[in-house]
């Protein structure tokens, strides 16, 4: 703990991420799609179609943490490699903003897609809820890939223990 009771950064990156973190996070999104909704309402804007471009950047994005996970944690595992600290730092605030951004997406998405569940019959409200439930998808394999990628820079238990001769 900092000064005056808060969490610094470098204790939010000493403990694995919470439900409590990524829940909050999953509110945020909620949040934000509610606002602009409300917003757009408010001002009797009409929605446009959502972007296929987000889903698609998400699901690269799982990919490529996904394989940067499996890579990291083969050089953490491996014990001729020397992992440089600063890495595993950054790659430890990747994984966590990872995680983070997965579980905004899913609940902001969640919400544009279940605005237009009920409109089902047209085109255009279907297209969002179509985009939003992939995008959903993709933002909660953001998150696993993220988890995986935190979980990846945990150092495996040596085989040196003080009590064994």
Same mark, same amino acid.
């Given at each position: 703990?900092?000064?005056r009771?808060?969490?610094?950064?470098?204790?939010?990156l &000493?403990? =694995?991420?919470?439900?409590?973190?990524?829940?909050?996070?999953? /509110?945020?999104?909620?949040?934000?799609?509610?606002?602009?909704?409300?917003?757009? !309402? @408010?001002?009797?804007?009409a929605?446009? =179609?959502?972007?296929?471009?987000?889903a #698609? #950047? /998400?699901?690269? $994005?799982?990919v490529?943490?996904?394989? +940067? *996970?499996?890579w990291?944690?083969?050089q953490?595992?491996?014990?001729?490699?020397?992992?440089d600290?600063?890495?595993a730092? &950054?790659?430890l605030?990747?994984?966590?903003?990872?995680? !983070?951004v $997965? %579980? @905004?997406?899913?609940?902001? +998405?969640? @919400?544009?897609? /279940?605005?237009?569940v009920?409109?089902?019959? %047209?085109?255009?409200? &279907?297209?969002?809820?179509t985009? *939003? %439930?992939?995008? #959903?998808?993709? $933002?909660i @394999?953001?998150?696993?890939?993220?988890?995986?990628?935190? &979980?990846s820079?945990?150092?495996?238990?040596?085989?040196?223990s003080?009590g064994? =001769?």
């Amino acid at each position: 703990m900092g000064p005056r009771g808060r969490v610094s950064v470098v204790d939010d990156l &000493r403990t =694995p991420t919470t439900w409590r973190q990524v829940v909050i996070a999953f /509110l945020a999104g909620l949040f934000v799609a509610w606002f602009l909704l409300a917003t757009a !309402r @408010l001002l009797d804007w009409a929605l446009p =179609p959502l972007p296929w471009s987000v889903a #698609v #950047v /998400l699901g690269l $994005g799982a990919v490529a943490v996904a394989a +940067y *996970a499996f890579w990291f944690r083969s050089q953490v595992r491996d014990p001729s490699q020397q992992i440089d600290h600063v890495q595993a730092v &950054r790659t430890l605030a990747i994984a966590k903003a990872t995680i !983070r951004v $997965g %579980a @905004l997406a899913v609940g902001a +998405y969640l @919400l544009l897609g /279940l605005v237009n569940v009920a409109k089902l019959d %047209a085109p255009l409200p &279907r297209q969002r809820a179509t985009v *939003a %439930a992939v995008t #959903v998808v993709a $933002g909660i @394999l953001v998150a696993i890939s993220g988890w995986f990628l935190e &979980r990846s820079c945990q150092v495996p238990p040596s085989d040196d223990s003080p009590g064994e =001769p």
